[in-house]
T-cell receptor, first 112, second 115 residues
Framework: QKEVEQNSGPLSVPEGAIASLNCTYS??????FFWYRQYSGKSPELIMF????GDKEDGRFTAQLNKASQYVSLLIRDSQPSDSATYLC????????????FGSGTRLSIRP | GAGVSQTPSNKVTEKGKYVELRCDPI?????LYWYRQSLGQGPEFLIY????????DSGLPNDRFFAVRPEGSVSTLKIQRTERGDSAVYLC?????????????FGPGTRLTVL
């Protein structure tokens, strides 16, 4: 079982709709969770982090964490073509304070 | 200010050769990380430095891989006797400290191709 699992996609969403990206993780001791965006040929860029159960909102982005279900999600409201990218879910390793474990990413495509 | 920089941006080498990849972190950042990203995969942790010392090198795949950060700033990832399977994008990241809450800022990466 992979430590961080994501559906590889592609996920196609019409412009203006809500894009929902999901991720599960295997280590119940994990405490810190991140969403990175990666455009093709570019390096990852942090867009959200979440540490507590529940929702965290930042502009059009909402991260959701459910530690009991070991589930993290990212919602993107009012999707724009510029949101088309690969979204990487990442988890801080509970055994090493600064080691981040990434999922394989979900490719999101926003169609005009 | 300047972000994380990595050189070279592309490196093509032959199987069995030695390569060095360089990372210049953001000025003042004490923590530095190396990752490797293969096509269609997320970055894979290799090693993390706090200052000059390697605080966690558990991700280095074998003893052909070695990294240094002698003055606590620039870091070099060294790969001996390269193999075709080493082909990937090598990413460097830095953060102000090693706290979990510190954002890791990634450089543009070095694309290594081993022929």
């Amino acid at each position: 079982q992979k430590e961080v699992e994501q559906n590889s996609g592609p996920l196609s969403v019409p412009e203006g709709a809500i894009a929902s990206l999901n991720c599960t993780y295997s280590d119940r001791g994990s405490q810190s969770f991140f969403w990175y965006r990666q455009y093709s040929g570019k390096s990852p860029e942090l867009i959200m982090f979440i540490y507590s159960n529940g929702d965290k909102e930042d502009g059009r982005f909402t991260a959701q964490l459910n530690k009991a279900s070991q589930y993290v999600s990212l919602l993107i409201r009012d999707s724009q073509p510029s949101d088309s990218a690969t979204y990487l879910c990442a988890v801080m390793s509970p055994s090493s304070a600064s080691k981040i474990i990434f999922g394989s990413g979900t490719r999101l495509s926003i169609r005009p | 200010g300047a972000g994380v920089s990595q050189t070279p941006s592309n490196k093509v080498t032959e199987k069995g050769k030695y390569v060095e990849l360089r990372c210049d972190p953001i000025s003042g950042h004490t923590a530095l990380y190396w990752y490797r990203q293969s096509l269609g995969q997320g970055p894979e942790f290799l090693i993390y430095f706090q200052g000059t010392g390697a605080a966690d090198d558990s991700g280095l795949p074998n003893d052909r891989f070695f990294a240094v950060r002698p003055e606590g700033s620039v870091s070099t990832l060294k790969i001996q006797r390269t193999e075709r399977g080493d082909s990937a994008v090598y990413l460097c990241a830095s953060s102000p400290t090693a706290r979990e809450t510190d954002t890791q800022y990634f450089g543009p990466g070095t694309r290594l191709t081993v022929l």
